[in-house]
């Protein structure tokens, strides 16, 4: 279906292709990784004959309809939903599938009110997510997404996640989120060494093939230079000797005849941690019934309380544009609470990085004068060594911010947070703009910074290997949920996803059978989820009360030995009796998770049927 034949491809000095192929049989989904700025978005561009490689050609078979992502902001509908149906048109009596574009657009998150806003008037990330629908409704042979993820909250992924697991035909994909491409794909093409390489399966498989090729290669290589080396100092020794002058002649050709492997190059990795400075407190922040709203606008935030212990991981998930990055600007002093408060312990300093922080750095400043503005205490050296970190090594660092790309610019605010000591990290989407191994290299800073960290992120692996409780935007709410995002999807999930979205607003027609059967719903998911904790409850409870009874005999016994001095007895029983503590301890244990649960549960239930009236 797609050929890609010995293409070379460089800007400048920096070369991106050399002599490159690959093959896209029909029906392949495949996911396209590498390290950021090794050409990635560059191969989807020539794909879509945006540019032109340099040498080399990529041909599509003809006939083959290709779809992608187009960042071009230009509509020629009145409405979102007239804009989405242009790719549905059918040719009989002119009719439209209207309700599948509908059902498009409101799994990408569009509310009922969107659909009838021009797309001129949606935000940019609405308007791109606007060219997806289109993208999708086409339905083409040859799909291509570079980087989807970047415009689509938590909700709208999972949807795009089911639907492109549907997908029956051939597909490029390019995102940072590895658990989400590797739910998808079929196929990976890594974007490695100017070359590209397939392989059937996901991603951890490509990269562990390629690391055990490169490996074996340099070892190789190691191995055949120390044997020239060796054949060189017996040509050296003897090469002036009349008697054994031949014989190194002909060791020296030998050599010269012989394979020498290049020594591969290191490939820059985003590589830090951040720096902590010591919180003696317990807690670092909290918020007393918060309620936040923009002027003009509707509640975003109401009667939060949310108390952040000082080595506490939160995730902060929801749809867009209802609060997640405000709750954030709230906890950094950026915006005061309409009522509440917010309080923090009088160590806690806190490190912001989002898209309302961008607005600190200057046009003119370097990377390294940002950096060292953020903590004017650094050492050149200290501010170098986090520049390179940054993937900003040598002349890097000299390039003003003007002239930075997005990411650029992502990775040189991420550098200002690492360069002021911090103990509360106050993160918006920080994987926007990274690579995969750039996303593992965040995951793995943030799991051992010994602060707290409280994150806006829609990537679920994130999620999945930081974070141990959530602030959950759902349903028109924002509420605190203590338990990891797995616990949250199984007890409760998204509201949104049983059928199709309103982003949370109650349909104002539903009508009193459809609420009685959503209540009865409710109920018995309640029934399902508290009855093993009452059985478990019922079972430590009896058992507490059986080892107690146990106990006061054992305890009587014990009494009788001692006055009777067997020595024997008094060892048997005291160990008997302490084996019983050590089981009420274990059973009181139980008991009271069992019950902290369930009373967890019970509460969450009666705010959902409280809802539901």
């Given at each position: ?19 490159a ?12 990784v ?53 790719s ?36 940019g ?77 996901g991603?951890?498989k ?19 230079e ?57 807690w670092?922040?909290?918020?007393r ?19 952040v212990g ?33 309080r ?188 093993p ?25 014990l ?48 705010e ?6």
């Open positions: 279906m797609l050929q890609i034949q010995s293409i070379g491809k460089r800007f400048g000095e920096q070369v991106l292709f050399d002599n192929s690959s093959l896209i049989e029909a029906g392949e989904k495949v996911g396209i590498g390290a950021n700025g090794h050409g990635k978005s560059t191969l989807i561009k020539m794909i879509l004959r945006e540019i032109a490689p340099d040498q080399g050609q990529i041909s599509v078979h003809k006939g083959i309809r290709v779809g992608h992502l187009s960042q071009h902001l230009v509509f020629a509908e009145k409405t979102a939903l007239e804009e989405a149906s242009l549905l048109q059918v040719k009989e009596e002119g009719y439209i599938e209207i309700h599948r574009a509908e059902a498009m657009l409101m799994g990408l998150g569009f509310s009922k009110a969107q659909l009838d806003q021009a797309p001129e008037q949606l935000s990330g609405y308007q791109v997510r606007l060219n997806l629908a289109k993208a999708l409704l086409e339905d083409p042979d040859l799909l291509l997404l570079d980087e989807p993820n970047n415009y689509l909250d938590i909700v709208s992924l999972r949807w795009l996640r089911g639907f492109l697991k549907k997908w029956r035909r051939t597909m490029l994909l390019v995102t940072h989120d590895r658990e989400f491409m590797d739910s998808v794909t079929t196929h990976t093409i890594a974007v490695h060494r100017q070359k590209l390489r397939k392989f059937t399966g991603t951890e490509a990269w562990e093939q390629i690391y055990i090729e490169e490996e074996m290669h340099e070892k190789t290589r190691m191995n055949s120390r044997k020239i080396a060796h054949e060189m100092r017996f040509v050296e020794r003897f090469r002036a000797k009349a008697r054994r002058a031949s014989q190194a002649q002909s060791r020296l050709k030998q050599i010269a005849k012989r394979e020498r492997l290049d020594k591969l190059d290191e490939i820059s990795t985003l590589s830090f941690s951040f720096n902590h400075i010591n919180n003696p407190g317990k670092s922040t909290e918020t019934a918060m309620e936040f709203a923009y002027e003009g606008g509707e509640t975003l935030i109401s009667g939060m309380e949310l108390h000082a080595g506490d991981r939160v995730g902060v998930i929801g749809p867009n544009g209802k609060g997640k990055s405000t709750l954030l600007r709230l906890l950094a002093g950026e915006l005061k609470p309409v009522s509440g408060e917010v923090s312990h009088p160590s806690t300093v806190h490190g912001l990085f989002g898209q309302s922080a961008m607005g600190v750095l200057q046009d003119k400043r370097t990377i390294e004068d940002e950096i060292n503005s953020a903590n004017t205490m650094l050492t050149r050296t200290q501010v170098r060594e986090i520049c390179g970190a940054m993937m900003f090594g040598g002349d890097l660092a000299l390039k003003k911010v003007e002239v930075l790309s997005g990411g650029e610019k992502s990775r040189t605010l991420l550098g200002r947070v690492l360069a002021c000591p911090s103990n509360l990290l106050l993160l918006d989407e920080p994987t926007n703009h990274l690579d995969m191994a750039s996303t593992e290299a965040l995951i793995d800073a943030i799991n051992v910074y010994p602060g707290a960290v409280v994150m806006v992120t829609h990537v679920e692996s994130v999620l999945r290997e930081t974070c141990n409780r959530l602030v959950v935007f759902d349903a028109g709410i924002a509420r605190v949920f203590e338990g990891d995002y797995d616990t949250f999807l199984n007890r409760f999930g998204w509201s949104e996803e049983a059928g199709s979205r309103d982003t949370g607003e109650r349909k104002k027609n539903e009508n009193r059978k459809d609420k009685r059967r959503g209540r009865a719903q409710l109920i018995q998911q309640r029934s399902a989820l508290l009855k904790l009452r059985s478990q409850m019922e079972r430590n409870e009896k058992l507490i009360i059986t080892i107690e009874e146990k106990a006061k005999d054992t305890e009587q016994r009494i009788h030995a001692s006055e009777a001095g067997d020595g024997e007895q008094i060892s048997r029983l005291s160990q008997e009796l302490k084996n019983m503590r050590e089981s009420i301890d274990t059973a009181f244990h139980k008991l009271e998770e069992a019950s902290k649960e369930h009373d967890q549960i019970e509460q969450q239930f009666d959902k049927l409280d809802r539901s009236e």
